[in-house]
């Protein structure tokens, strides 16, 4: 029971899908939902490589991409892509660490914001439209899986910035709490790597390399210049990560 409230946890908070009413999800079981975040994000895969399989039959393909992106926006609510547009007006505004996280906190979206954004937008939609029939379910299905597993990776390696404050002081307090790796990475870790590998062999992964070393080496950047890392840097990497899977994809090697 306790794994299905952590589930249901786990999409309440990542998506914007229903979950069983009587169902209660207290803070426990959202401090501990992140190892199921990989899960969640092969659920959100696999709807939009399906819709995408549909949506290429009656369209372009190139509006079909569009389609794609419309999907995850109606099932994640944006979530993520938030994170990105506010990460990056402060950790590209060149102030101080406190004048920065100010700025993340900030509802209102800056110039660097809104470039990220349509920067990170049009590269996704211009990767899956060149991608061939099979090599789009494959990417579609495992961007959003190492998407979700690269937060959980930074969640677990690297400080929180803001103590004591935010949905992403409570997932860290979990991370912290001596159940670290077996449970929160290697377990995920091993589900991650067999769906992967099972679906996509050497380039899918040559996509898990890549997801793992990003998630460490820009968790790495933001926690230098911030202190730590925030609810809105974990959203900017799962997006720019799940970019860099469909660039494996559509790399010609």
């Given amino acids: 029971m306790k794994l299905v409230r952590r589930f249901l946890a786990a999409v309440s908070f990542l998506t914007r899908l229903p979950v069983p009413a009587n169902v209660q999800l207290d803070e426990v079981s959202l401090a501990e939902s992140p190892p199921m975040f990989p899960l ?5 895969g696999l709807v939009t490589a399906g819709f995408d399989r549909l949506a290429c039959a009656l369209f372009h393909s190139a509006v079909a991409a569009v389609g794609d992106l419309m ?15 506010d990460s990056a007006d402060g950790l590209l505004s060149g102030k101080s660490r406190e004048k920065a996280l100010d700025i993340m906190k900030d509802s209102r979206v800056g110039a660097m914001g809104v470039s990220a954004g349509i920067l990170v937008i049009g590269l996704k939609i211009t990767l899956i439209a060149v991608l061939a029939a099979g090599a789009r379910f494959k990417a579609l299905l495992i961007a959003p899986l190492l998407g979700r597993y690269s937060m959980l990776v930074a969640m677990t390696l690297f400080p929180y910035a803001r ?7 409570l997932f860290k307090a979990e991370a ?13 870790g091993l589900f ?11 380039r899918g992964a040559a996509a898990l390399f890549l997801s793992v070393l990003l998630a460490m080496v820009l968790g790495r950047w933001a926690s230098a210049r911030l202190g730590g890392l925030t609810g809105d840097v ?8 799940e970019t860099a899977v469909l660039a494996v994809f559509a790399a010609r090697w």
Avoid: K, M, W
């Fill in 192 to 202: 991650v790597t067999a769906v992967t590998i099972v679906a996509a062999g050497q």
């Fill in 40 to 44: 969640v994000g092969a659920i959100i």
């Fill in 71 to 85: 999907v995850v926006f109606g099932l994640t609510g944006g979530l993520h892509l938030d994170g990105l547009l």
């Fill in 163 to 169: 103590p004591e404050q935010g949905l992403g002081s």
């Fill in 176 to 188: 912290t709490s001596g159940r670290l790796l077996v449970p929160r990475l290697f377990i995920p």
């Fill in 234 to 241: 974990y959203g900017a990497l799962n997006e720019i990560i």
